[in-house]
């Protein structure tokens, strides 16, 4: 029997058992951002502290092979990717999004991710952070209707970046490639200078 994904779309699977299988798939996916030591809040504002490339690594690692994983499913015909989901773009509202929400970032210390993965391993900080995030959506809910014509401005529909440059999608994933190569290069080589400062003293210190 041919395997074809999304695998809800075509085995039949019920939404409680969906649940399971998410269930699971998150613990895996939580468990791999901690053995990349995505649950420190020091490691990941070191990212933009430019001092530890750590989180550009693996994160551009994980979208560059997804990426590449995806349309080799989709060219095989084994993704359908008439009835996979891909969230809607608005455009200007996201981008707004992405700002307030890597400003939280940077400031918290987490993204709603890894701040779960945190507090999964007992750290209080994520504890208060989640805390925040939840209170941010509670008051945001409340507030929706005053932001509801912004956020739908600019609605774009399913809408792919491959569309907006008007190329193959295989373009637009070697193109990725190319620039996950070029940022991995550029960032160990600011982290081989930082590491390899010489102390004039000769001292261990």
């Given at each position: 029997?041919?395997?074809?994904?999304?695998?809800?779309?075509?085995?039949?699977?019920?939404?409680?058992?969906?649940?399971?299988?998410?269930?699971?798939?998150?613990?895996?996916?939580?468990?791999?951002?901690?053995?990349?030591?995505?649950?420190?809040?020091?490691?990941?504002?070191?990212?933009?502290?430019?001092?530890?490339?750590?989180?550009?690594?693996?994160?551009?690692?994980?979208?560059?092979?997804?990426?590449?994983?995806?349309?080799?499913?989709?060219s095989l015909g084994i993704q359908d990717l008439s009835v996979t989901y891909i969230n809607?773009?608005?455009?200007?509202?996201?981008?707004?999004?992405?700002?307030?929400?890597?400003?939280?970032?940077?400031?918290?210390?987490?993204?709603?991710?890894?701040?779960?993965?945190?507090?999964?391993?007992?750290?209080?900080?994520?504890?208060?952070?989640?805390g925040g995030v939840v209170f941010g959506i509670l008051v945001f809910s409340l507030m929706?209707?005053?932001?509801?014509?912004?956020?739908?401005?600019?609605?774009?529909?399913?809408?792919?970046?491959?569309?907006?440059?008007?190329?193959?999608?295989?373009?637009?994933?070697?193109?990725?490639?190319?620039?996950?190569?070029?940022?991995?290069?550029?960032?160990?080589?600011?982290?081989?200078?930082?590491?390899?400062?010489?102390?004039?003293?000769?001292?261990?210190?």
């Open positions: 029997m041919e395997m074809t994904f999304p695998i809800n779309a075509y085995a039949g699977f019920s939404p409680y058992l969906m649940l399971v299988v998410s269930f699971f798939v998150g613990i895996g996916f939580g468990f791999f951002l901690e053995r990349a030591g995505f649950g420190s809040a020091r490691k990941l504002t070191s990212q933009f502290y430019l001092n530890d490339w750590g989180v550009l690594k693996v994160m551009f690692t994980a979208v560059v092979v997804a990426g590449l994983g995806f349309w080799w499913l989709v809607p773009t608005f455009l200007v509202s996201q981008i707004v999004a992405g700002l307030i929400l890597g400003l939280g970032f940077t400031v918290g210390g987490y993204c709603p991710g890894t701040s779960c993965v945190a507090a999964a391993t007992g750290r209080l900080d994520a504890l208060f952070y989640i929706e209707p005053l932001f509801s014509d912004f956020m739908n401005m600019t609605s774009m529909g399913e809408f792919y970046v491959w569309q907006w440059l008007g190329v193959a999608p295989g373009v637009t994933v070697l193109a990725a490639v190319l620039m996950a190569v070029g940022a991995f290069t550029l960032a160990t080589s600011i982290e081989r200078k930082k590491n390899n400062i010489v102390n004039p003293l000769g001292s261990d210190e």
